[in-house]
């Protein structure tokens, strides 16, 4: 069971565009939502976090927007450059627990020049 | 350099062997998560640890098993290896469990079975 589903598989965007990528959820339990970007040979990293009580947070040319009553929150990359081309994942955590990440499957985002 | 240490960054061995993935984690954090990657099934966690104990399970086979020492670094174990199990294995850190932010990853161990 795929808690977490993220699209686009793939996507590639003309530079100065904005990248679009969507994940949905099921557990309401989920109370944190980070994104993380994956060059590849290195491991993911943190790029930018939001949690259900605020629709939307903005730093620099990324913007997560948060839509919790369907359960849907997406990466919005402004002004794409090429040296975004990375994957991205989006994860969400559950309130109790011991706070593991579940994972989206990733989306390969191309930039062209 | 994430701070993160995963030893070997590759590793290319036989069906039925066994091998140890090694992390150390960034200095101050207590808590160590496992994760696979693979194409088709993206980041799966495996296990988390936090300060020596096991906190947390997640898709991990029973062929794997794993530990966090004393001095807080850890090792995944992976035995009876079958050609599924080639994938990226990540070892990821943070400071307190309980928290989902502030996970720092590695670089990975590039696991092939052949």
């Known amino acids: 069971q795929q808690q977490v589903k993220q699209s686009p598989q793939s996507l590639i965007v003309q530079k100065g565009g904005i990248s679009i990528i969507n994940c949905a959820y099921e557990?309401?339990?989920?109370?944190?939502f980070p994104w993380y970007q994956q060059f590849p040979g290195k491991g993911p990293a943190l790029l930018i976090a939001?949690?259900?009580?605020?629709s939307e947070k903005k730093e620099g040319r990324f913007t997560i927007s948060f839509n919790k009553s369907a359960k849907q929150f997406s990466l919005h990359i402004m002004d794409s450059q090429p040296g975004d081309s990375a994957t991205y994942f989006c994860?969400?955590?559950?309130?109790?627990?011991?706070?593991?990440?579940?994972f989206g499957k990733g989306t390969m985002l191309l930039v062209s020049p | 350099d994430s701070g993160v240490t995963q030893t070997p960054k590759h590793l290319i061995t036989a069906t039925g062997q066994r091998v140890t993935l090694r992390c150390s984690p960034r200095?101050?954090?207590?808590?160590v998560y496992w994760y696979q990657q693979s194409l088709d099934q993206g980041l799966q966690f495996l296990i988390q640890?936090?300060?020596?104990?096991?906190?947390a399970k997640g898709n991990i086979l029973e062929r794997f098993s794993a530990q966090q020492f004393p001095d807080l670094h850890s090792e995944l174990n992976l035995s009876s290896l079958e050609l599924g199990d080639s994938a990226l294995y990540f070892c990821?850190?943070?400071?307190?469990?309980?928290?989902?932010?502030?996970?720092?990853f590695g670089s990975g161990t590039r696991l092939t079975v052949v």
């Open positions: 990821a850190s943070s400071v307190v469990s309980g928290l989902g932010y502030g996970y720092t």
């Open positions: 557990n309401t339990a989920f109370d944190y």
């Open positions: 939001i949690r259900p009580d605020v």
């Open positions: 994860a969400a955590r559950e309130r109790s627990g011991y706070s593991t990440l579940t």
């Open positions: 200095s101050g954090d207590l808590s």
């Open positions: 640890y936090y300060n020596g104990e096991e906190r």
